[in-house]
């Protein structure tokens, strides 16, 4: 009888799921690039020194993978996690003390500390390297915008807790709204937005209105926040993401002296 | 006093810092492995026949942690410890001042001096004594309160990281510049052999995401996120503290009002960010390390991110406590410490201080637009400093500066313009810094609480 991976590797199961034989020689390694829909995101060959970790740290890599471990234990924590006043914080709480699988949640915090910093880390070695001049200014673009939506993605996380260290980490940060030029009610410039004398931007209209959907930081705001936190942002970052990936193979693959 | 005793304190941490000490020296045996393994030792003098190395100097420094760590896992922990007298003294001249300053002054001195900051046995010895200085320090209770709060873990981590990452391309540029001197092309160009992806890069990443998860699984077991009591509107925290990626912009709410700290400058950041490949015209320093070939892009990225952006939030979340209020490494955060505010407008020095009159004001019944004409008379010198510094130092600089002038004309007006700009915006907040803590204590150029438009 011939050896077992042998007999998986001839069934018709397996041949109609990876269409090539065993990346052992270089024309299959070659294929298996080509033919994979998660490994076609690479090129099929690389300049050894794009490999070289002292020079790419890795970072963009470990940002990307981050962001699916913060996808995977961010959809089993809202399988158990209810955004409400009433059950938001003993959700939590119990996810701390009885859930089996409560460890869940200490992943996604400290995943979602770790992304922020690695994100920064990326930037730097793409600063450093020069790696946003010509052909990838636009690149870099899409990048400043990514590096934003991971500080959103973790700054609407913060909240859900629902405990004193969310909602005045929140309160402080959105309390800058409020000051926005022309419209923030605190903000320069807002006193001219009257119609009649009547204030068009008050604290109940303004830019922090809009962000917590209410005049203080509560139920509206957990809502709001959750809903931007696991549906809206993370689409958008998966949107600029692909882009981002893509035009790393456009723009000639990663950066190296010319 | 404190609210805590100092030997039950010792007794909790004493297991914690013993095993700090004896991953130092296991960190330092390795290295010292390393470094007789591949024979890259560097010998330095005989003594008694015998070849003293790199490597015997990192086996002694392992040694002697081993010794701490000992001392600390049996319970004496305290005798670990800075003198009470120089953590007092640290905490005296501990300020926002010093330490802003003082960064920058560090920064400025391993940059001058890179190329001798970079070599590897520096650096080892540098990474040593500041490991060395926080075991040291964590046996002061109100260091250790503040360093080992879980989220702020990840802050500690990131120092370390960026010092690292900092090291590594600095090194790596330092070595690209002697070779570019040389007429050699850079290290990134000696590999420009081409591979298969398959199997060596996705093997290493097949790798980094299990040492990934392995860490991330070790740190979740280890530490427990932070959850506090439940949320309440009424009862408000001292301080009340953004996420720490927040905390340099909350900083800066110190000197600007929200709309600046919170809004605009936030948005010059984002937008400045963006500019960098647009207004960066050198094409010098594309795929690989150099600091020589890109001095001024280096300095400027560096000056914002490690200085404006990182000690900004290490200063937020280590040195601010309550109301805000600075603290040294080692103090108590007491929310009664008291902070003289005696902060003055620029208008008030221009008309009361040097010409003696009362600040104008509008007539009584005066109507808006009337007002508005008093008040912009009012607030006219800062008024006036603020457009002579955007509107005439970025011609200035072309025509009293080789450096700028060169630059504008490679660059063109707009492209000139948008930098200038960005930098004299990014140099606003050392310099509202410095007019606050000097003994003019700045509060306003302009202020117009009127209008809510504070700068």
């Given at each position: 009888m011939p050896p077992i991976d042998q007999i998986i590797r001839e069934s018709q199961i397996w041949k109609s799921i990876f269409r090539?034989?065993?990346?052992?020689?270089r024309r299959n390694r070659v294929v298996v690039m080509l033919t994979n829909f998660f490994l076609h995101l690479h090129p099929v060959s690389i300049k050894k020194?794009?490999?070289?970790l002292s020079f790419t740290w890795c970072m963009g890599g470990i940002t990307f993978f981050l962001f699916l471990v913060e996808t995977v234990t961010g959809v089993l924590l809202m399988f158990y996690y209810r955004p409400t006043l009433e059950w938001a914080y003993a959700d939590i709480t119990a996810l701390r003390d009885v859930a089996s699988l409560g460890i869940l949640r200490e992943v996604h915090r400290w995943a979602a500390h770790a992304m922020v910093i690695t994100v920064w880390l990326h930037m730097y070695r793409v600063f450093l390297t020069g790696s946003y001049k010509p052909p990838r200014e636009f690149n870099w673009v899409i990048g400043v915008i990514l590096l934003l939506l991971t500080l959103l993605l973790s700054f609407t996380g913060y909240l859900l807790p629902w405990d004193q260290l969310a909602i005045w980490a929140i309160t402080v940060g959105s309390n800058m709204a409020r000051a926005t030029p022309i419209l923030g009610h605190e903000g320069p410039g807002a006193a001219l937005l009257t119609l009649d004398g009547i204030d068009m931007i008050t604290n109940a209209s303004d830019a922090r209105f809009g962000l917590l959907g209410a005049r203080f930081v509560g139920e509206e705001t957990l809502n709001r926040f959750y809903v931007l936190h696991c549906i809206a942002i993370p689409l958008g970052a998966a949107l600029l993401m692909a882009i981002h990936f893509w035009r790393i193979r456009k723009d000639g693959g990663i950066s190296g002296p010319l | 006093m404190h609210g805590h005793n100092t030997a039950e304190f010792l007794d909790g941490v004493s297991g914690f810092i013993g095993c700090f000490y004896l991953s130092l020296a296991a960190m330092n045996a390795t290295a010292a492995l390393y470094l007789w393994q591949t024979g890259k030792a560097r010998s330095y003098f005989k003594v008694a026949g015998l070849t003293i190395t790199t490597a015997h100097l990192w086996l002694a420094v392992a040694l002697i942690f081993t010794v701490m760590g000992g001392i600390a896992l049996g319970g004496m922990a305290g005798l670990l410890s800075l003198p009470i007298g120089l953590r007092a003294a640290l905490d005296n001249i501990m300020g926002p001042m010093t330490y802003t300053l003082g960064s920058l002054v560090i920064l400025t001195v391993l940059y001058l001096g890179r190329s001798f900051f970079v070599k590897p046995i520096v650096a080892w010895a540098g990474l040593n004594l500041s490991l060395l200085f926080m075991g040291l320090s964590l046996t002061d209770y109100d260091f250790a309160q503040i360093v080992t709060k879980p989220d702020n873990v990840p802050i500690v981590a990131m120092v370390y990281l960026l010092a690292y990452f900092t090291w590594l391309s600095a090194y790596r540029a330092v070595e690209n510049d002697k070779r570019i001197a040389n007429g050699q092309g850079p290290l990134e160009s000696e590999d420009d052999e081409k591979i298969l992806v398959w199997p060596d890069l996705v093997y290493t990443e097949l790798i980094c995401m299990i040492v990934l998860t392995v860490v991330l699984l070790v740190w979740a077991v280890a530490l427990q996120a932070p959850l506090e009591e439940p949320a309440s509107a009424v009862k408000t925290p001292n301080p009340s503290k953004a996420p720490w990626y927040f905390l340099g912009l909350q900083e800066m709410l110190v000197y600007y009002d929200p709309w600046m700290a919170g809004v605009v400058l936030p948005s010059m950041v984002v937008f400045g960010l963006m500019a960098i490949p647009y207004i960066d015209f050198n094409k010098a320093g594309n795929g690989y390390y150099t600091i020589n070939e890109r001095k001024f892009a280096y300095l400027t990225f560096q000056f914002g991110f490690l200085v404006l952006w990182v000690t900004l939030i290490v200063m937020g979340t280590f040195l601010r406590g309550p109301n805000w209020n600075f603290f040294g490494f080692?103090?108590?955060?007491?929310?009664?410490k008291v902070e003289a505010l005696n902060n003055v407008d620029l208008s008030e020095y221009f008309w009361v201080r040097i010409f003696g009159v009362g600040r104008p004001q509008a007539p009584e019944g005066a109507g808006t637009l009337q007002s508005i004409g008093w008040i912009l008379v009012r607030e006219s010198p800062g008024i006036v400093c603020l457009i002579g510094y955007f509107a005439f130092l970025p011609p200035a600089m072309v025509l009293y500066s080789k450096f700028f002038r060169k630059m504008f004309i490679q660059m063109g007006f707009l492209r000139f313009m948008v930098l200038s700009n960005l930098i004299l915006m990014m140099a606003l907040l050392p310099i509202k810094m410095l007019a606050r803590w000097s003994s003019l204590n700045m509060k306003y150029f302009i202020s117009i609480p009127e209008y809510f438009l504070n700068f």
């Open positions: 090539h034989p065993a990346p052992v020689d020194q794009g490999i070289a | 080692y103090e108590t955060w007491d929310a009664h």
